[in-house]
């Protein structure tokens, strides 16, 4: 992942996940009602996949793509990463 940004964007959703996660582990140690641990357990759920899309829509395109592609077939991997974000989202 070359983009620092990106990098430091997913680093932070991550360590949001893992408090998330420590979270409920404190609910199951308290004996929390299950309905209240399976929300809190969606709630991850949803994080992860949208950190995955986040990967997707802002790094697909260069690990997919090298220097020697011409132009026009860099545009059509460009939309198709566009395409399959929309599709997830």
Known sequence: ?????TQKEVLNRLRNVKGHV???E???????????????????RSSIEKIGIFILENNAAECL???????????KVNQLVKDIVAFLK
């Open 26 to 44: 404190r609910m199951v140690g308290e004996n929390a009602p299950c309905k209240d641990v399976l929300l809190q357990l969606l709630a991850i």
């Open 22 to 24: 420590a979270g409920i």
């Open 65 to 75: 793509i090298s220097d020697s592609i011409p132009p026009e077939e860099k545009e």
């Open 1 to 5: 992942m070359p983009n620092t940004s």
